[in-house]
């Protein structure tokens, strides 16, 4: 996997856009920001693969980027560089109820992109955008 400066671009713009969102607007905003983003992209037929691939090249740079793991903010960075390249995966939110718990990951079809299913797995899906 070969990584270049546009990847390290859009790492940083895409991880530094997710942490003013986080911190400037409600979470609504940005999940509805996203939704109508997606909606608007041409629908293509989006290679599982090529999403696996551009996934981890966020995750081999996402340790350049100083902020600590959390997955709300680690799942929207990761959105936002897929965006950049004009792909569209899903975004899911889930619950637990004992303990209770929420997290959120990145998906396409029933792939999982930044999460393992054994994990996700105790999660109940509550909204997928």
Known sequence: M?????DMWDLFSASHRASLLLKRR???????????????????????DILKQHTAIFR????????????????????EFLARRHLFPTWVFGVQAQPFG????VQAGDQ????GAEFANQFTPIMAV
């Not at 929420?102 to 990951?105: I, K, V």
């Not at 999982?112 to 999460?115: I, P």
């Open 2 to 6: 070969r990584v270049g400066a546009r």
């Open 26 to 48: 409600h979470i609504h905003e940005i999940v509805c920001g996203v939704r109508d983003r997606k909606a608007e992209a041409s629908p293509a037929g989006e290679c599982v």
């Open 60 to 79: 081999k740079l996402r340790p350049w980027y100083p902020r600590g793991y959390l997955c709300l903010f680690d799942a929207l960075a990761l959105v």
């Open 102 to 105: 929420a997290h959120c990951w």
């Open 112 to 115: 999982l992109l930044n999460e």
